[in-house]
């Protein structure tokens, strides 16, 4: 069965950091990108950060760079995403979504969550003094 677990999602304090992991399950992630998306409460979701295993290119939102870091370690086959500096506006579910790049579609298609094979459930994500 294919699965995308995430976790370590959490109530953090701003200026805090978080850890999130998206290990999957039922497939091998270094054939594919795996981009970490957030919806907050009453908004649309928002891509933040991809990295394709493929060639281990990373691409980030402006309003997370420099931030937050997505790593892949393929022998464990989970997808990072190191995220600091928290800020309330950070609040959101984080999920996860995988999918095998393909050359008919641009990259920032798969940035924006289209186009993907496979998607977590997520993980809650909430910075509050």
């Known amino acids: 069965e294919v699965q995308l677990v995430e976790s370590g999602g959490g109530l953090v304090q701003p200026g805090g950091s978080l850890t999130l992991s998206c290990t999957a399950s039922?497939?091998?992630?270094?054939?594919?990108?795996i981009g970490w998306y957030r919806q907050a409460p009453g908004k649309e979701r928002e891509g933040i950060a991809i990295i394709y295993n493929t060639d281990g290119s990373t691409q980030y939102a402006d309003a997370v760079k420099g931030r937050f870091t997505i790593s892949s370690d393929n022998a464990k086959n989970t997808v990072h995403l190191q995220l600091n500096s928290l800020q309330p506006e950070d609040t959101a579910v984080y999920s996860c979504?995988?999918?095998?790049?393909?050359?008919?579609?641009?990259?920032?298609?798969?940035?924006?969550?289209?186009?993907?094979?496979?998607w977590g459930k997520g993980t809650a994500v909430n910075v509050s003094s």
């Open positions: 979504a995988a999918a095998r790049p393909s050359r008919y579609y641009s990259r920032d298609r798969y940035f924006l969550g289209y186009g993907m094979d496979y």
């Open positions: 039922g497939f091998f992630i270094d054939e594919y990108a």
